[in-house]
């Protein structure tokens, strides 16, 4: 039995402050707690979210081609993308760490835009299976969305401890603004999409 949504009771749930309102009969109903204008659905949020995707699919790229650590000595200077310093991690008899960093910068970020894309097909097109697996991926998605700035925290506190030293100094790389603006535009799209467009087709079947 498929249990009726907030819309097809007439409700609307404030974006702002998370109150169900009955919005009436006013044309452009406001929030009665917060103040905040009500809309049935987010505005435009399929398109938004497309974009948002669309941009961080293409930062994935140079996020992982790009050097992430540059690192100056008196001797050499090298250059670190995240595949290398899962190799070196790995090399060096730390698997854990090199699982991790593989794991957060790497595995999450492809996983998250792959599951968006996933999220957004079947809304756009109404599909009608599955709905509550796609709510727990949405729910899942926001969650671990918080630790995939992991690996740009540990580039911050390495730059920041090693400029203490006179023997080297590490820049944070290309690779590293790209990234970042992976982890971001992943975020902000998980935001503006819209996940009561899940249920949409079961309230047109009901």
């Known amino acids: 039995m498929t249990l ?12 702002t402050c998370g109150l169900v309102c009955d919005p009436g009969d006013r044309p452009d109903p406001h929030c009665p707690r917060c103040g905040a204008a009500l809309h049935v659905r987010k505005v435009d949020s399929i398109k938004r979210t497309w974009a948002l995707l669309i941009a961080a699919a293409i930062l994935y ?11 100056y000595t008196l001797f050499n200077t090298s250059r670190d993308t995240i595949m290398s310093g899962i190799v070196y991690f790995w ?11 593989f794991a957060v910068s790497i595995f ?9 894309v996933l999220l957004l097909v079947a809304a756009q097109y109404g599909v009608d299976r599955g709905l509550r697996q796609r709510a727990l991926m949405f729910r899942v998605i926001e969650f671990v969305g918080r630790w995939s700035m992991l690996d740009i925290f540990v580039i911050t506190m390495t730059v920041g ?12 790389g290309p690779g590293a603004a790209a990234f970042g603006a ?10 503006t999409f819209d996940p009561r467009l899940i249920w949409d087709r079961s309230e047109k079947k009901s």
């Open 108 to 116: 999450i970020p492809l996983a998250k835009i792959l599951c968006m």
């Open 4 to 15: 009726p949504t907030a819309r097809a009771e007439g409700l609307i749930l404030c974006e």
């Open 61 to 71: 790229v140079p996020a992982n081609l790009l050097p992430v650590m540059v690192t």
């Open 161 to 172: 401890m090693v400029r203490f030293r006179s023997l080297a100094t590490i820049d944070a």
């Open 182 to 191: 992976v982890v971001v535009l992943t975020m902000i799209a998980a935001h």
């Open 91 to 101: 090399k060096s008899g730390s698997p854990d760490l090199a699982i991790l960093i």
